[in-house]
């Protein structure tokens, strides 16, 4: 991603799939470790990964994504 890009500039989405239907079927996306929060965000509902405020620094940046159904019945894990 480059090094000037201004906060809010999506860079990506996430993508995560539920074969239920209805509410069991909607997917919530958020960060819940590493030090790429310190750099992007994630949008809960569509799971966009957007630049936060502030300098970006080179080298490595990563985080763990959690992807849940509405109700936290079922959810999973993935590195960003």
Known sequence: MPQDAPAGTTIGHLDATDLDRGLNAEMRFQLVSGNASEIVEVAELDGAVMTRPG????GRYDSVVQVRNVDNVLSGLKTL
């Open 55 to 58: 300098s970006l620094a080179p």
